[in-house]
């Protein structure tokens, strides 16, 4: 099967529904050979505008780490820092409006080790250094699962440890925020973590990090209690905002690469309403926003596609809270100036 390139993404053509809606897409990489199992392994400014280049109305996007272009000598705590100065070169030349209306990178998500405790404030200054305009804190990446289908990022209830919380004290101090990504058995592990460090603003990626393959494949009747109930005691912390995608990765199970042609976008609502629509009712669309997830989610589905979606599953709110969903709530949390 082809598996998301180009050539098959066209197979499936849509008129972009509601073309003048304003967008902020608070969630996508920039990469250049780094993943080996995707077919995108160039993903940089111009292959991000293209896919802005749907007929929607994309005013900004957020840059979230990737690994990418890492410094590759110096201490490995600040090797980080070289993707932000990587992403604050494209940032730059977005703004010059040369490749478009959108502006890319509008806000950056570095990484630090927060593991660092107090001595993790050196290398969020270097950060800061490097995009003083637009740096606003950083993801960890605290998955683990004892799924070998997954990838471990971190050890198990890192997020109990008393030095990861002094470097998450930190990032707050220093009025930044915190982007997590899991996997979903460990959403009260964020809910403790949470109301442990109440001052820290928190953005939960990814639908809370579900997955329907591997260790979890066929077990529906046990992976959605245990995710709806984990997104509850999530939401319980006002401290705390969601982002409404990355259905598109294989983890979740749906099989959309697979197709020979891909996914349309009323079927696309379809399916992703029940996982979405449970978020939105427990965090509000105020703490909510839809992601691209691009471009692993592109495996799956086109961005004109996916935008489509997110509009047709949100036709049933207001209109201040469809502007929330779409745009408002993006642009608060990550203080991009409009």
């Known amino acids: 099967m082809p598996f998301g390139n180009e050539d098959w993404l066209a197979l499936t053509q849509e008129d972009p ?60 705590e600040m090797q980080p820092v070289g993707e932000v100065e990587f992403v604050q070169g494209l940032a730059a030349a977005s703004a010059s409006g040369t490749y478009g209306e959108a502006r890319a990178a509008a806000a950056i998500v570095g990484h630090a080790d927060l593991k660092l405790g ?10 800061q250094a490097a995009s003083p305009n637009r740096f606003r804190g950083i993801r960890h990446n605290v998955t683990w699962s004892p799924d070998p289908s997954l990838e471990n990022r971190e050890t198990q209830g890192i997020m109990a440890n008393e030095t990861f919380r002094t470097g998450a004290r930190v990032l707050a101090r220093m009025g930044l925020s915190l982007d997590v990504m899991l996997s979903f058995p460990q959403l009260h ?108 989610d592109k495996v799956s589905f086109s961005y004109n596609v996916m935008y489509n979606a997110f509009k047709r599953l949100s036709r049933s709110y207001s209109a201040s809270e469809r502007a929330n969903l779409l745009h408002d709530t993006a642009v608060r949390v990550y203080r991009i100036d409009t």
Request: aromatic share 8%.
């Open 17 to 76: 529904i509601e073309p003048d809606i304003p967008l902020s897409d608070p969630h996508h990489h920039f990469w250049d050979g780094r993943l080996q199992s995707v077919p995108y392994q160039r993903y940089l400014l111009h292959e991000l505008m293209a896919d802005l280049d749907s007929g929607h109305n994309v005013r900004s996007t957020v840059f979230v780490e990737a690994r990418s272009m890492y410094r590759a000598d110096g201490p490995a």
């Open 118 to 127: 107090e001595n993790v404030a050196a290398v969020l200054e270097a950060l």
């Open 189 to 296: 592990e964020l809910a403790e973590f949470a109301r442990a460090v109440p001052e820290v603003s928190i953005i939960l990626n990814h639908v809370g990090g579900v997955s329907r393959t591997g260790i979890y494949a066929g077990k529906d009747d046990e992976v959605i209690p245990a995710w709806r109930d984990g997104i509850r005691a999530v939401a319980e912390c006002p401290n705390v905002t969601c982002k409404l995608g990355g259905l598109g990765m294989p983890r979740w199970g749906f099989g959309w690469p697979a197709r020979t042609v891909p996914i349309g976008s009323e079927e696309l609502a379809e399916a992703m309403t029940p996982w979405m629509s449970h978020c939105i009712e427990q965090f509000g669309p105020d703490r909510c926003m839809f992601e691209s997830n691009f471009p692993p």
